[in-house]
């Protein structure tokens, strides 16, 4: 649900060379979102590669470089241990805050050839990201080095990369091949240094980061796995797709051992899941939640409302209605059911299930949803399209909209 297939257009036509895009004729209408966003990965990936775009074409790239903020899209958002607000868009650029206040400087770098569609931080020093690109793990700390410093280089981001962790149970990397699978979604054991990521092959892929080898596949989903959250304390891995199912998962046997029904809320074991209709209903799954104490899961998708499961009983205790399908969920301050989806709005639920308040963003869509506690208060942030963060002080506040814009060295 995060991609969208590139199609040609009157105004601005693209022809694939590779993996690149060439522009084929003049501008002469107002150019369209798609083909801008081909246009400018085009770009951007041959700037990396050093080649200058052509005095012909300057001109008119700067003309659309000027609407690439409204075009972009804000995938993955997610907050550093020392309160740095990290954000991934779909051309693969990290934008990194020291604070969502709007004066507050914005960095960024081209992570990433492909969209960054999770972000996660493994520990103090290490920053993990995944998309088309498979994969990343960066020295967080070199990069709040080289920010501090000032000595920030837009064109190069191989200094930020540690690893690349294999695909593969031979535990072989190789460095001049492009991983033909997309990581959707990331989780992460502590104690144990285990990182799992799901992907759009219907595999959940993990990976010791201490001897950077991959150790286990788990495989259960008919289709693309799109999200993920782990609990070490139960040795439990929960995991949402395509196929509309949410699936339990032991750690420990790497076996599924429920699936839940997201449409009707049912649940079942794995070997009777054949005898259901679940795989014959137009029902994705988009986000799973997990609450701070791991009693509580959130999770929303296509059907337009979002589920409330107590997960020591294994039972649905609420369905929560929205008026579109949902991209998003959390859990927010002391265990508050936050949603958000296509509609552009976040959904802040009672305790009692009810709604507390709908509140209108600045974007059309909303793709993440991340809350954290900075200096005793609580705060949300929304990331969504057109290049903007929206950050709620209080649930019953408008949010302040911040827009992701580099600032000048």
């Known amino acids: 649900p995060k991609h969208t297939s590139v199609r040609q257009c009157s105004a601005v036509q693209c022809s694939a060379v590779g993996d690149r895009s060439v522009l084929c004729s003049p501008v002469v209408a107002p150019p369209n979102h798609l083909a801008l966003h081909r246009f400018m990965s085009a770009h951007i990936f041959a700037a990396r590669g050093g080649h200058e775009p052509s005095s012909a074409s300057s001109y008119r790239s700067s003309l659309l470089a000027q609407h690439v903020n409204a075009l972009r899209r804000v995938l993955s958002v997610a907050t550093s241990p020392e309160g740095y607000s990290v954000s991934g868009d779909d051309l693969g650029y990290l934008f990194i805050r020291q604070s969502l206040a709007p004066s507050s400087p914005c960095y960024s770098f081209p992570a990433v050839r492909g969209a960054i569609n999770d972000i996660l931080f493994a520990s103090m020093t290490t920053l993990i990201v995944c998309g088309p690109c498979g994969v990343q793990c960066f020295a967080w700390s070199s990069i709040l080095a080289r920010m501090r410093a000032r000595d920030w280089q837009e064109e190069s981001s191989s200094p930020y990369r540690a690893l690349a962790l294999p695909l593969s ?23 144990t240094m285990t990182l799992f990521a799901s992907s759009d092959e219907q595999l959940i892929y993990e990976w010791s980061l201490a001897s950077e080898k991959l150790t286990a596949v788990y495989r259960g989903h008919t289709n693309a796995v799109n999200t993920m959250v782990a609990s070490e304390k139960h040795h439990r891995l929960i995991s949402g797709g395509e196929d509309g199912s949410v699936r339990l998962w032991d750690s420990r046997t790497h076996k599924c051992t429920q699936v839940l029904d997201a449409l009707y809320g049912s649940t079942m074991l ?28 959130l999770f929303t998708g296509g059907m337009r409302f979002s589920c409330l499961w107590y997960l020591p009983a294994a039972t649905l205790i609420a369905t929560l209605p929205m008026r579109a399908a949902g991209r998003a969920a959390c859990f927010h301050g002391l265990n508050q059911p936050v949603t958000a989806g296509e ?66 060295m």
């Open 169 to 191: 149970l031979s535990n072989t990397v190789d460095p001049f091949r492009t991983p033909s699978v997309e990581f959707l979604s990331l989780a992460f054991f502590p104690s």
């Open 343 to 408: 509609d552009g709005h976040v959904y802040f639920w009672q305790s009692d299930h009810a709604i507390s308040s709908r509140m209108a963003t600045t974007s059309r869509v909303i793709y993440s949803l991340d809350s954290h506690s900075p200096r005793d208060s609580t705060q949300l942030t929304a990331a969504g399209d057109r290049g903007q963060l929206s950050v709620f002080r209080e649930s019953d506040s408008m949010p302040i909209s911040i827009p992701l814009r580099r600032t000048a």
């Open 270 to 297: 794995p070997e009777d899941e054949g005898k259901s209709e679940l795989h014959s209903r137009p029902c994705w799954v988009s986000s799973v939640a997990q609450s701070k104490d791991e009693n509580w899961l």
